[in-house]
């Protein structure tokens, strides 16, 4: 195993006076304002140390410092149910599926030039092979993004690309493509006293409970600036993008909740006004096959059947709705406000 470590991580956690979930949990705060108290915490890593960490209800044994991840602590004498190495990852054949994707048996690879390779295999180990002078960052988050939800893929979870936030004892997902919006609700959503289950990846398991995943939201500058939100602090996701990471620290919620709405969003230039349809009958199955984070890995790693009753159950159980909103002028507070008055309405 070949070593490739930092030398530990500053995480900053925003904590909220209150609880986590409440329908209108927490004081509405105006666009203006921020997260009212921020508190600095930092995991000091030793170079070569054994690293473990806990997500989407696994624990995961690490040869990287995962900073958008919570360390685990009390837990050394556990069987990880997931290890990460740095190591060769070179793909035993099969067939692409993506220029830079391959899959086959119970694998699936993603080679990024420049930045690494990986292979993840059986849903409990990932090789990663980071190119020369790659930036640490840019590693973690192909690792955190397609790598991550193909191993959930792997274990039998429907695996979508969106954000979850926790409404009272329930969740509501709002999923769909790059530059929906979907973090930037979820955001303006943790403002008001709500707590973040997921971003970008959400694991939904066969009981329709999304799993709480990374400590962290993506956001783009200037959705972070309409919400208030102080970029300077924050890290990009990787070197030369206008996205930052922002820790969820005690905004993130600590158990699986189930699903009650599912929203796809999607921005639409040209538009002036939101529009909402609700999904019905067949579309329904149709549209969690769509809003799946790598449509086509769900029907390969799970057999057909279970397949079907993760998301036909998943589609039978919660109000499901396309969102297309204004992509330019659109007041993120009141499409969040919307949000939760419509999901209210489905109780």
Request: with cysteine; net charge positive; aromatic share 6%.
């Amino acid at each position: 195993m070949r070593a490739w470590f930092g030398s530990g991580v500053g995480v900053c956690h925003r904590v909220e006076e209150g609880g986590g979930g409440g329908r209108r949990a927490g004081r509405r705060l105006p666009a203006s304002g921020c997260a009212p108290r921020i508190q600095c915490l930092y995991y000091n890593f030793p170079s070569g140390s054994i690293l473990r960490f806990t997500a989407f209800d696994l624990l995961i044994r690490s040869d990287l410092e995962l900073p958008e991840l919570l360390p685990c602590t009390g837990r050394a004498s556990e069987t990880p149910d997931v290890v990460l190495r740095v190591d060769a990852a070179d793909a035993p054949g099969g067939r692409r599926t993506g220029p830079f994707t391959r899959i086959g048996g119970d694998w699936f690879s993603l080679e990024v030039p420049g930045i690494a390779r990986y292979l993840v295999e059986r849903g409990a180990q990932v090789s990663i092979d980071p190119s020369p002078g790659a930036d640490a960052a840019a590693v973690r988050l192909f690792l955190l993004g397609p790598v991550i939800s193909a191993l959930l893929a792997q274990r039998g979870l429907t695996v979508l690309r969106g954000a979850a936030v926790r409404v009272g004892e329930q969740c509501m997902v709002c999923a769909g493509a790059s530059g929906g919006g979907k973090s930037t609700v979820a955001a303006a959503l943790m403002l008001r006293g709500h707590q973040v289950l997921a971003d970008d990846v959400v694991a939904v398991d066969g009981q329709g409970r999304v799993l709480p995943g990374l400590a962290r939201l993506k956001l783009w500058a200037d959705a972070a600036r309409a919400l208030g939100i102080d970029t300077a602090a924050l890290s990009p996701v990787r070197p030369g993008m206008e996205r930052f990471s922002l820790p969820l620290g005690a905004s993130l919620a600590e158990r699986a909740l189930p699903v009650r709405s599912v929203y796809a969003l999607a921005g639409i230039e040209g538009a002036t006004a939101l529009r909402v349809q609700a999904v019905r009958g067949m579309q329904r199955f149709g549209m969690l096959k769509a809003l799946a984070y790598q449509p086509g890995l769900m029907e390969y790693f799970v057999r057909e059947d279970r397949a079907l009753l993760h998301t036909g159950g998943l589609g039978a159980r919660v109000g499901i709705a396309s969102v297309e909103r204004p992509a330019r002028g659109m007041d993120v507070n009141v499409l969040a406000e919307y949000l939760l008055d419509d999901m209210e309405s489905q109780a």
